[in-house]
């Protein structure tokens, strides 16, 4: 049986192009923004560099144009010398007065290419910038600034208009731009490529995983996954399968152990029907009905046997499996156990073996009733068959502050000390001869299975169950119940 199935190489192959095509979107988005950003900031940056100096050549303007009027007081000369001081190449520089007429421009003729704006749309004493299309080449672009002052001392206003071509800016621009569309998809392809070999890498312990455990089955369930020295996420995954394939193998081992030992206590029991079934048929002449009242007598004991054994393995897998549902009831426990005494009496007297109650204790209880009560059994039950004729068990009840304490002592022989660890095992008997012969009239199936069943009804009613001691003067079992019994407590 294989415990894991074999992954398919197109899953794996679209795992590795989604987590790729993720990585690649994702550095995309990115790569766009920044892109944009860039882009906006360098735009940004190149304009107002320009514009700066644009404002610069207008203040100087002012300044020169002032100075040449307080000295001459003549509005075109002093025109003529600030345009001629202020001569710089790629830059055009024009001086109206308050009528619009020109008084000097520089290059000449710079005036007819765009049109200036009215004096009453431009801020007074404030630099107004604006972009411009030039009127005698298509597509040309010129950037313009503006500013509408009156000089002192003369007490006239004037406008001085500056521009530049923004050719060069455009070109730098656009560079910028045939870098980022160029740059940005030769980017995300060396991206992907490397998130593609770096996935399949970062994969390839995975896969290696994988194709290990699909070698794993039931046969060879004690395998293991290697596990690297570095503490990673892969190494913890690996420790990660190792602990449930250790789960897996226990639950395996114990299975099949059940499974044996169920089978081989219900063959017991099912080999004598058949056989004394066999042999009861065989009969030539049967002395009257005393050999077919024996032969009903015994298949109907080993049914019973047959039937108790199923109904403890029942049990038990319902616990197991989360089924086990308590009726609760009120009662009292101390009643309870009296009435358990007095069922196991008679097996008792047919031994010679005395049940004294040192203490019993009014103790009010809510609970199963009826599978406290099979605990009781089991345990006195034991307690009887393992203890010699003219011997004595002892049974005690106590109160303490949150729970009930029933204790059961007998003077057997004990039970090795190698065994005490052992006996709540399924199936373990300390002597399996022995218990498969005697007492078959008991309310236990002598099939290893009371003690199991005893727990796990304790632990369903949140209590416990251990043996106290042992040795040849005789054992002591306890079993520790809360008295508030009614509180559900998971199995």
């Not at 290696?208 to 690297?228: G, K, T, Y």
């Not at 990660?240 to 193998?249: C, G, K, V």
């Not at 054994?309 to 609760?328: I, K, P, T």
């Not at 008997?429 to 009239?441: A, C, L, W």
Request: net charge negative.
């Amino acid at each position: 049986m294989r415990l894991f199935q074999r992954p398919k190489e197109q899953r794996t192959s679209s795992t590795l192009l989604r987590l790729t095509l993720w990585h690649v979107a994702v550095l995309a988005l990115f790569m766009a923004v920044l892109s944009y950003v860039i882009y906006t900031l360098l735009s940004r940056n190149f304009y107002g560099r320009s514009d700066a100096v644009l404002a610069s050549i207008e203040d100087a303007t002012v300044a020169i144009l002032q100075h040449g009027l307080s000295e001459s007081g003549l509005d075109e000369l002093a025109a003529r010398d600030a345009v001629r001081i202020l001569s710089f190449s790629g830059y055009t520089l024009s001086i109206y007065d308050s009528y619009g007429n020109l008084l000097a421009e520089k290059p000449i003729g710079i005036s007819e290419e765009f049109a200036v704006p009215g004096v009453a749309s431009i801020p007074d004493g404030e630099v107004h910038l604006y972009t411009v299309s030039v009127n005698d080449k298509a597509g040309q672009l010129r950037r313009v600034a503006v500013v509408h002052i009156t000089l002192q001392p003369v007490g006239r206003t004037y406008i001085v208009v500056a521009s530049r071509s923004l050719d060069s800016l455009l070109v730098q621009l656009k560079t910028g731009r045939r870098i980022l569309l160029v740059g940005v998809p030769i980017g995300l392809l060396l991206a992907g490529l490397a998130g593609w070999f770096l996935v399949r890498k970062s994969f390839a312990p995975v896969l290696a995983m994988s194709e290990h455990a699909l070698r794993i089955s039931a046969e060879n369930i004690d395998q293991r996954f290697p596990v690297s020295d570095s503490p990673d996420e892969l190494g913890r995954l690996a420790n990660t399968f190792n602990d449930l394939l250790s789960r897996l193998s226990t639950s395996f081992h114990l299975q099949r152990h059940f499974m044996a030992d169920a089978s081989h206590e219900l063959r017991t029991p099912l080999s004598i029907i058949c056989s004394t079934a066999a042999i009861t048929l065989q009969l030539d002449k049967p002395k009257e009905d005393e050999d077919y009242r024996h032969s009903l007598g015994v298949i109907q004991e080993e049914g019973r046997r047959l039937s108790r054994v199923v109904e403890d393995m029942f049990c038990l897998a319902r616990a197991d499996s989360g089924g086990l549902v308590l009726q609760r009831t009120a009662f009292h426990l101390d009643e309870l156990l009296l009435d358990t005494v007095r069922s196991v009496g008679w097996l008792a007297a047919s031994k010679g073996i005395r049940i004294h109650i040192e203490s019993l204790e009014e103790a009010p209880a809510h609970g199963d009733e009826d599978l406290l009560r099979r605990i009781f059994i089991n345990l006195l039950t034991n307690a009887v068959k393992h203890t010699h004729g003219e011997g004595e068990v002892f049974v005690s009840l106590e109160k303490y502050e949150a729970e009930y304490r029933v204790s059961i002592r007998d003077t057997g022989k004990g039970i090795e000390a190698e065994h005490h660890g052992l006996i709540f095992q399924r199936f373990y008997r300390v002597n399996p001869g022995h218990s498969q012969d005697e007492n078959r009239s008991d309310t236990t199936s002598g099939a290893g299975l009371g003690l199991p069943i005893a727990r796990t009804i304790a632990e369903a009613h949140g209590g416990s169950l251990w043996l106290e001691q042992s040795n040849r003067e005789g054992s002591t079992f306890v079993c520790m119940l809360p008295i508030a019994l009614q509180v559900e407590q998971p199995l």
